[in-house]
């Protein structure tokens, strides 16, 4: 009775051992199952989700146009601080003085990519965009100014 | 010769050394001090605040929209349903309904963070238990359920996709068609799990009567989830006290009466497979309408306190928010769950094999950020 038992639980113990030894035999030789993304070598390819939240712009067209009215819904938004709107007052063509921004200054390294900038944006001002290679050797590259120099608030944005 | 102010060897010839809180088995940084009698565990008293990043002092001078992006870093294994847990806890205090839409949204992705988060767990158990093949396999299923996670809220693990009324924004067109091929293959894949490490001898041998936890001690060291669930604890809060339409959906509450950590292992093994039933019920009918209430732009909440409790992949997370009337809280406090399980830890781990505390820390399942916050 002993004996049985004894056997019986090498019996189990090898044949358990062998059971995986099947699945991972199964998997070396058939390699094309096997998932791995060769990053950096496809990079000229990779394709991120439009969704994904890599860092914040501010889009411009081709005039050098951009959609920020400076109302600092966005500097408001975000929890960390990360937005610096510093406006300026603009002559109009018709005397009058109006709002604009002069920079829009963006920390990335206190960014959390929370998104909640964006939603707050009532102009649509700026976006999310899909790169994520941030790496750099000085922490003041970190610090951007996302309005492009001589760039004009856009015709019918208010 | 001293360590921490005190002797490496007691004077009753017990040895002390740490453990952590740079080892890599102890995921992330736990620092563990072990009173040891040869190779048997006297005494196990954990150190906390390596990572303290005092996220609820914080979150007083946020408003209520913006503090909820902070408790991703809690638990960032089941980074939306801490979110989920503090959008519910606002939107008790507001009275707003959320839409059905929003809700069954809010369901699946809770679902798909649950069962990406036990795929990590799973590997990592293995790797910790010396099994290194197991890591690699979760992954791979893992990574889809990442993909989708990533095309709808636009990050992996730090979604903050919850707000208070509902979500931010809509699923992508693309959702459904994703988890409907990611749950055909994982549901492919449940075998594979089981043929190469549930069943496995050595790991039954490992994990087999290791780190008892009777259902009393359970109860009284306040462990909830798959640890509790383990000792036959019944306290899925998905159950008992149903949030955001769970009382709709039909699942089973997994219970085992082993108390060790092969029932903790079997507990969250067939919790996978619940979340995917889950999941299989609801993909075909989201409903129409509205992913989000409206609230106003600056949110105040009613003077008073207010309590929400959700189920996170590792036991029962609380929000209790204080406020006087004012734009943000005036005080918030998180019950971890991973606090309260890691205070059984000592319990379990004491009269056992020094090998054994990796075993018994493996499937207690720890998040070191939610310990501390």
């Known amino acids: ?158 | 010769m001293s360590l921490l102010g005190e002797d490496i060897m007691t004077e009753e010839g017990e040895f002390v050394i740490n453990i952590g809180p740079q080892h890599p088995s102890t995921h992330g940084v736990l620092h563990l001090k072990v009173w040891l009698d040869g190779e048997m565990i006297k005494k196990v008293q954990p150190h906390l605040g390596y990572i303290h990043r005092s996220i609820e002092k914080m979150s007083e001078s946020l408003s209520y929209r913006n503090f909820i992006y902070a408790t991703s870093r809690m638990d960032y294994l089941s980074a939306h349903i801490n979110n989920q847990a503090c959008a519910l806890c606002v939107e008790k205090g507001l009275q707003v309904e959320v839409p059905p839409r929003a809700q069954i949204i809010r369901i699946l992705m809770a679902e798909l963070t649950r069962l990406s988060s036990h795929q990590l767990w799973w590997g990592c158990t293995g790797l910790d238990l010396g099994a290194v093949t197991p890591f690699f396999y979760a992954f791979r299923e893992r990574e889809a359920v990442l993909a989708i996670m990533e095309e709808s809220c636009g990050a992996r693990l730090t979604q903050n996709y919850c707000v208070p009324g509902g979500v931010m924004y809509d699923i992508h067109p693309n959702f459904q068609n994703r988890v409907k091929d990611v749950i055909k293959q994982i549901k492919s894949k449940f075998q594979e799990y089981d043929d190469i490490l549930s069943g496995n001898v050595i790991f039954e041998q490992r994990t087999k009567g290791v780190g008892y936890l009777s259902p009393e001690d359970a109860v009284s060291f306040g462990c909830t989830g798959p640890t509790a669930r383990g000792s036959g604890v019944s306290c899925d809060v998905r159950k008992w006290f149903p949030y955001d339409g769970y009382e709709k959906v039909q699942f089973k509450e997994i219970l085992e009466t082993g108390g060790d950590c092969y029932a903790r292992y079997m507990v969250r093994m067939a919790e996978m497979k619940q979340s995917v039933y889950i999941i299989e019920q609801l993909i075909d009918h989201i409903p129409e309408g509205d992913f989000q209430a409206k609230t106003k732009a600056v949110i105040k909440l009613p003077k008073g306190e207010f309590y929400q409790r959700v189920e996170t992949a590792r036991g029962e997370l609380g929000v209790y928010i204080v406020s006087d009337g004012a734009a943000s809280p005036y005080r918030i406090k998180y019950r971890s769950p991973n606090f309260s399980n890691l205070s059984a830890l000592g319990h379990m781990a004491t009269g056992s094999k020094i090998g054994d505390l990796v075993a018994i820390m493996a499937t207690i399942d720890l998040v070191i950020p939610d310990v501390d916050r």
Do not use: W
């Open chain 1, 1 to 158: 009775m002993f004996l049985k038992e004894y056997f019986g639980t090498i019996f189990r113990s090898v044949r358990s051992l062998l059971k995986g030894m099947k699945l991972t035999g199964y998997y070396f030789t058939h390699p094309k199952e096997i998932h791995t993304e060769e990053y950096p070598d496809n990079r000229a390819t990779l394709q991120m989700f439009d969704r994904f939240k890599g860092e914040v712009v501010m889009p411009h067209d081709d005039n050098n146009e951009h959609r920020c009215t400076g109302c600092q819904a966005c500097e408001i938004a975000c929890p960390n601080g990360t937005i610096k709107i510093i406006t300026k007052q603009e002559l109009q063509p018709d005397g009058k003085k109006k709002k604009a921004i002069d920079t829009f200054v963006y920390h990335l390294e206190l960014c959390t990519m929370c998104n909640l900038c964006v939603v707050a944006c009532p102009s649509d001002a700026i976006v999310m965009a899909q790169t994520f290679e941030h790496s750099v050797y000085d922490k003041k590259q970190l610090k951007k100014v996302l309005n492009k120099p001589g760039s004009k608030i856009m015709e019918g944005v208010e």
